[in-house]
């Protein structure tokens, strides 16, 4: 197992609860604004998730805001060139790569400036909970950027590309209700405090087997980009190895001799 005490995460406070782990952004003097060494603990972070037992993640941020984007004052002084830049935009990728494809849930919890960069890292997210403060924005055209974290790929598979275009090109804010229906979040909470629901999402989310939870993080992503006969091929794979796991057949006993719990409305969190 990893000790994700031991690793080196100055920008990230870590917790745990059980078996949820809480990483907090702690750059809140810059509304946790991404610059180079940020995404490098994220990198470090994530790819030490899957090894440490942990089995899931609550993703949040101290202050008012859960992340306003790039650094822009770190990226104009730098002054980089295109290959350089380049290079920044791949450590984005392989940081929100590890958060979606690490195969142990995470959830989300918004507030305040989902912007830019912010809201690729939020797209990573496996569950988005906003709160009423949360405003979700791509100001790439504004600023004359291009989105470099993921964004033609997370955050258009989420909005659609025509959305997305539109985001970009007129700075178009989405909040509350409107960004629901959208689809930037699944859950919005009535007052300030997103991650309370976060935390319980994760708790209920922990009782699942860690194989089915690894399955449905990471093989319904990887499926949605095969062609059809390959896609119906590898979910009846995933559905070989992961329906006849000691988990299920104990949880498909207690159904069978009606002593599991039944769905109902009720167990939906509002």
């Known amino acids: 197992m990893t000790d994700l005490n031991a690793l080196d995460l100055p920008n990230i406070a870590l917790s745990t609860q059980g078996d949820v782990l809480t990483a907090r952004l702690m750059k809140s003097e810059k509304r946790n604004a991404l610059d180079e060494e940020m995404i490098r603990q ?37 002054d980089r060139s295109a290959a350089e830049f380049m290079q920044v935009c791949r450590g984005w990728h392989q940081a929100f790569n590890n958060i979606q494809h690490g195969g142990v849930p995470v959830v989300a919890a918004l507030k305040g400036a989902v912007v830019g960069g912010g809201l690729e890292l939020a797209s990573a997210a496996h569950i988005r909970v906003a709160d009423q403060t949360t405003y979700f924005a791509l ?117 069978v001799e009606k002593t599991a719990p039944k769905t109902k409305p009720s167990q939906t969190p509002s």
Not at 170 to 186: F, H, N, P, S, W
């Open 139 to 255: 100001p790439e055209g504004q600023r004359g950027i291009f989105t470099g974290g993921g964004a033609t790929v997370r955050v258009a598979e989420l909005v659609g590309k025509h959305r997305m275009i539109d985001m970009m090109l007129t700075g178009r804010i989405y909040m509350k209700q409107e960004a629901m229906d959208v689809g930037l979040c699944q859950y919005l909470v009535a007052g300030e405090d997103s991650e309370t629901l976060a935390q319980e999402l994760a708790a209920k989310i922990v009782q699942n087997p860690s194989l089915s939870n690894m399955a449905i993080t990471s093989a319904i992503d990887h499926i949605s980009h095969m062609s059809g006969h390959d896609a119906y091929f590898a979910e009846a794979f995933i559905a070989g190895v992961v329906n006849t796991q000691e988990a299920s057949r104990d949880r498909l006993k207690g159904f």
């Open 42 to 78: 994220l990198i470090d972070l994530f790819a030490a998730v899957p090894k440490s037992g942990v089995k899931a993640v609550v993703l949040c941020a101290d202050g008012p805001h859960f992340c306003a984007g790039l650094d822009l004052k770190e990226h104009y002084n730098k």
